[in-house]
Nanobody, 121 residues
């Protein structure tokens, strides 16, 4: 089970930190990811992280968003800096057992409920 939190309203240029708490499994065995879905658009990949901490990002967020995890706390994070209005979306966390980086929605087995991020101009 995944529980995403931390969304809210922020001005352009501001920051937010999203969290995704996991329960019920050996967290470090799971690759994790963040996706987002803007109004009227498809859900898109944002970032992914292996159990050991290796990461990869969508080009649109490189240098502004940072994915991390704390395996002792069964929690993944998305630090969002220099936010832009186009970052406005519902952000979803996802998980799957495995040791690689995963970039597609179909690759993930478990999803959180989503948390809304709104960036005002």
């Amino acid at each position: 089970q995944l529980q995403a939190s931390g969304g809210g309203l922020v001005q352009a240029g501001g920051s937010l930190r999203l969290s995704c708490a996991a329960s019920g499994r050996t967290f470090s065995n799971y690759a994790m990811g963040w996706f987002r879905q803007a109004p009227g658009k498809e859900r898109e990949f944002v970032a992914t992280i292996k159990g050991g901490g290796s990461t990869s990002y969508a080009d649109s967020v490189k240098g502004r968003l940072t994915i991390s995890r704390d395996n002792a706390k069964n929690t993944m994070y998305l630090q969002m800096d220099s936010l832009k209005p186009e970052d406005t979306a519902v952000y979803y966390c996802a998980a799957r057992e495995g040791g690689s980086l995963y970039y597609t929605r179909a690759a993930y087995d478990y999803w959180g409920q989503g948390t809304l991020v709104t960036v005002s101009s």
